[in-house]
């Protein structure tokens, strides 16, 4: 085995192993997310953050670049250059095999350890029970009728569309900072979040934000309608500072949001958590509560499971390449793929877990 493949197959080998003792060991996982992780990460976020761009994006770019070149490119050579072919096939398969090891190992340390920690409802509700349909529908109407409140704070345009208000980046830090102070995960330095400049692929796969582990950037659609925004911004924090599992990031952002100063960011989670707790509802079929929402009020129902603006895809339409249904379809099978092989046995499922959290944190057990 020539030397040049030995360093990058022990880092292989070693990622390998902290995959499988993360597996079998809750303790070590915890232990690396709230002691290593926040120390080897925290150098390269700020790296990261200092750039304007979203360099996981460039360099998906610049991976789908070398595949559409890289291969062909090697081929020809092997063809044309008959006498050098051993030469190439060795340069190529290094490249190859350290870009597997980056990817891999990056993965590994700042995500796939992520998902065998403790979950957040032991370490934070340790003593919950299940809950019920009446608290299901006491959460529902508390969530509608501060919804319906907040609805009437928000600045909104000509027609009739939610409008920010705030500066969002330094509001999302400090709401973050602020959730911090009963989660400590949450503390420490946050980046400006980065929009995606391909955020049309992002709508296409029905993305509204994105985390990179191998960058270690939070990464939001720039197309979404604005009212996301907060929310979004603040689950990728999450993310950031190691909470992978979506039901929890999920469960951070509403925290972090409905915590908030600002009356936008507010409002933009109590809007996402009503949109989980009515699938809920209508999940578990609980017909008592169906009455409830027609007392959402009309600013509500405007804003609410607002994705993008009315007119988007007829107005972005020349962008689309591959149809819009079939990126959605091959991003919700990868994305359920991920999280099943990351040990979360319901797949993306597992992001309607957050009505749980919402009820251990609203309904706790009476002492």
Not at 235 to 249: F, N, R, S
């Amino acid at each position: 085995m020539k030397k040049r493949f030995i360093l990058p197959l022990i880092i292989l080998c070693i990622a390998l192993l902290l995959n499988v003792i993360a597996r079998l060991s809750t303790g070590f996982s915890d232990f690396y997310v709230m002691n290593i992780f926040p120390v080897i990460s925290t150098p390269f976020i700020f790296l990261s953050g200092l750039l304007p761009f979203s360099i996981g994006e460039m360099m998906i770019l610049l991976g789908i670049i070398l595949l559409l070149v890289g291969v062909p490119l090697f081929i020809v050579l092997l063809i044309i250059k008959k006498h050098k072919r051993r030469i190439i096939a060795t340069a190529f398969s290094s490249a190859l095999l350290w870009i597997i090891t980056f990817v891999f190992t990056t993965e590994t340390l700042n995500c796939f350890i992520m998902y065998h920690c403790t979950p957040f409802s032991e370490r934070y509700f340790p003593s919950s029970q299940s809950h019920n349909n009446d608290e299901l529908t006491q959460l529902y109407e508390l969530l509608i009728n501060e919804s319906n409140a907040l609805a009437k704070e928000v600045q909104r345009d000509e027609k009739g569309c939610f409008v920010l208000s705030v500066d969002l980046m330094p509001t999302a830090e400090k709401a973050m900072k602020n959730a911090s102070e009963k989660y400590p995960q949450l503390a420490g330095y946050y980046p400006d979040a980065k929009p995606v400049a391909f955020s049309f692929v992002m709508s296409q796969m029905g993305l509204l934000g994105i985390y990179f582990p191998f960058s270690l950037e939070a990464n939001y659609n720039a197309h979404m309608c604005q009212v996301n925004l907060p929310n979004t911004v603040c689950h990728e924090y999450a993310h950031l500072k190691g909470i992978i599992q979506e039901d929890e990031a999920g469960f951070i952002a509403f925290i972090a949001s409905s915590q908030s100063e600002s009356a936008d960011f507010r409002y933009s989670g109590y809007l996402n958590a009503l949109e989980y707790v009515h699938n809920q509802i209508y999940t578990n079929n609980v017909s008592d509560a169906f009455y409830l929402t027609d007392t959402i009020s009309p600013e509500v129902k405007k804003d609410w499971f607002s994705f993008l603006p009315d007119d988007y895809w007829e107005e972005n339409k020349e962008k689309e390449i591959i149809s819009t249904e079939t990126v959605d379809t091959i991003s919700s099978v990868a994305t359920d793929t991920s999280l099943k092989i990351n040990g979360v046995s319901d797949g993306i499922e597992s992001y309607n877990r957050m009505v749980t959290l919402l009820l251990d944190y609203y309904f706790p057990p009476e002492i």
